[in-house]
């Protein structure tokens, strides 16, 4: 615990825009079912995907950092490859 707590870093996410980075909440749907989710992407210790916090290791995070709105994703998941477009992008 000592360990994680001396490498975090604060992140002010009112500091930040853009394209998807680390404590973005971000709505997407899936291309195929046209059902819209929204998740926030947070730190591992963090993640609970019940309340719709990403793991910032999982796949469909890290298909979606560095995007942008508008833009599409496809995430490899063991049903098969999903593709998702990115609706928002909030800080």
């Given at each position: ?30 291309e195929e079912t046209e059902i819209e989710r929204t ?18 290791k999982s796949p469909l995070a890290r298909a979606l ?27």
């Amino acid at each position: 615990l000592e360990g994680i707590i001396s490498l975090a870093e604060v992140i002010d996410p009112k500091k930040l825009s853009g394209n998807v980075k680390f404590a973005a909440t971000v709505k997407i749907i899936d291309e195929e079912t046209e059902i819209e989710r929204t998740y926030q992407i947070v730190g591992e210790p963090e993640a609970d995907i019940e309340k719709n916090k990403l793991n910032i290791k999982s796949p469909l995070a890290r298909a979606l950092i560095g995007k942008e709105k508008g833009d599409s994703i496809e995430v490899k998941s063991p049903g098969g490859i999903k593709n998702y477009e990115i609706l928002s992008i909030d800080y």
